[in-house]
């Protein structure tokens, strides 16, 4: 990339973000509750526009590292989920997902994104620790009117399996297709036959194969689609080589659906998490992933002319349980040799606290359900809960309580946490997470400590309409001598 084409990107840059400072001063100031309890009202704080435009320039890769550039545009396309049937979706480059998105850490990203679609959007980077004005939520920039252009520019920090979401409207955008893999990766990362991202998620197609017009009875325990898909297609068969062995990066993007993971029923090993590699790998035959959460896992050997299928298997998440949910098939060629190497420890992580430290924080999700059978989806009692702030630096220990009947994923935005219990056991490993699973009737125990970017930030379920609903939560991530870069202010 040229020193002329760097300098037009950042002048067109620099326009956009007059554009949205004027939008500041005639609408945008004064509408952000801020400190103490209550609902919030979504909508950027004064100072977003010097916050995001610091954020920019100070997003320079690592020497060595290189500027990751990335042109999407939202837009209405065809797309065949299964060959034969054109459905309408709304899609980043006319594909579903949106394009993968492959880099290192130490690079920079930078995503210009084009809205071409009919209403308003934004782009979250889920898992990603990034600076908040990057973040994507309407708490930190104004949602990209149609026919603009809005780019976002951070660091990447992390080594990992992430994605990339619309976060607006969501149970609606998310559906059609407005979404995408992101992979970070680090030197030293164990070698195998071969890598595939495969991104799970499902849509809800009518008779004449359309996306169905949403049903108010979905709100309750979120909608789930007819169709299963692996990276935008219906059911694929995958093939594999005999005697070979791959990494699969999984990532569950649908709305609302939880897959219990089996690879044909074999064990298989997990490297990693959400949050990156864990400690040691394990050896599991099922994994729990709910909507938002990713796990990184070798599959095989298999003999050749086997065929195996992917599948989700019974999980009651409350709404009683289904049986097994096909997702794609496995079939094995010949044998072919494999250079896979031997995995080493994978790193290190640091115990964050000790099991027993007392929690410093109740986080409670609830519903509730009105005379007229109206939901509606609660944190500590509230829709759009403001949370109290969190002080860089200071540890936090927090039990995530699910006091209602149905399952919750608890996702955090902008930082890991480790999860120390489950129901009061501690889970079968550590490692580092942005979601977690809440258990119907359940009490989780999650510890995490806010690196130093201050700004605006939430926790909310994953299941979008439960989202949408106001299962969320807003907070400020606060420097301790409140010297927040001049940034945040706390008048409200
Ligand atoms: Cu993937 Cu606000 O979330
Ligand atoms: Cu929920």
Redesign the pocket.
């Known amino acids: 990339m040229s020193q002329h084409h760097e300098h037009r990107e950042h002048r067109e840059h620099r326009e956009h973000q007059a554009h949205s400072s004027h939008d500041h001063h005639s609408h945008g100031h004064g509408a952000h509750a801020h400190g103490g309890h209550g609902s919030v009202v979504h909508a950027p704080s004064g100072t977003a526009t010097e916050d995001y435009q610091r954020a920019y320039e100070q997003a320079e890769p690592e020497p060595g590292g290189t500027v990751v550039r990335v042109e999407v545009e939202a837009r209405e396309a065809d797309w065949e989920f299964a060959s034969g049937r054109t459905t309408r979706v709304w899609a980043f480059n006319g594909q579903v997902p949106g394009p993968f998105i492959d880099a290192r850490v130490g690079d920079v990203l930078e995503v210009r994104l084009t809205n071409r679609l009919p209403e308003p959007t934004t782009l979250?980077w889920?898992?990603l620790r990034l600076p908040a004005a990057m973040d994507g939520?309407d708490m930190v920039q104004h949602p990209i009117p149609p026919g603009e252009t809005f780019t976002y520019r951070f660091k990447l920090l992390d080594a990992g399996t992430f994605?990339y979401?619309t976060?607006s409207n969501e149970p609606v955008q998310l559906e059609r297709g407005l979404y995408g893999a992101l992979v970070v990766r680090a030197s030293g990362e164990p070698e195998l036959d071969r890598e595939r991202v495969l991104v799970l998620s499902d849509v809800k197609l009518d008779a004449r194969g359309q996306v169905a017009a949403s049903d108010d009875r979905e709100r309750r325990g979120g909608r789930e689609g007819n169709v299963r898909l692996v990276n935008g297609i219906s059911e694929p068969e995958l093939m594999m080589w005999g005697g070979q062995v791959e990494r699969w990066r999984i990532i569950n993007a649908a709305s609302s659906r939880y897959v219990r993971l089996t690879i044909g029923r074999r064990p298989f090993r997990v490297l990693g998490t959400g949050g990156g590699m864990l400690e040691a790998t394990t050896i599991t035959r099922d994994v729990l992933l709910t909507p938002?959460d990713r796990i990184d896992v070798v599959v095989g050997p298999f003999e050749p002319g086997e065929v195996i299928s992917v599948l989700s298997e019974p999980y009651d998440r409350g709404l009683g349980e289904r049986s097994a949910e096909q997702f794609a098939t496995v079939r094995v060629g010949p044998a072919a040799p494999s250079r896979a190497t031997e995995l080493e420890r994978p790193r290190a992580i640091e115990r964050l606290v000790e099991r027993g430290t007392a929690p410093t924080r109740e986080v409670t999700f609830s519903e509730r359900t009105d005379v007229h059978g109206d939901v509606t989806f609660l944190i500590n009692g509230e829709q759009h809960y403001r949370a109290d702030p969190v002080t860089v630096g200071e540890l936090q220990v927090w039990d995530i309580v699910n006091a209602s009947s149905i399952d919750h994923p608890f996702?955090l935005?902008g930082f890991f946490f480790q999860v120390l219990e489950r129901n009061g056991t501690p889970p079968a490993y550590r490692s580092w997470e942005d979601?977690v699973n809440v258990p119907a009737g359940g009490r989780i125990r999650i510890a995490w400590i806010a690196d130093d970017r201050p700004g605006e930030w939430?926790f909310?379920c994953?299941i979008l309409e439960h989202?949408a609903g106001g299962m969320?939560a807003h907070f400020a991530v606060v420097r301790p001598d409140n010297d927040n870069g001049a940034s945040r202010q706390s008048a409200g």
Do not use: A, N, P, V
């Open positions: 979250h889920h898992g939520t994605w979401h976060h938002g996702h935005h979601t939430m909310h994953h989202h969320m």
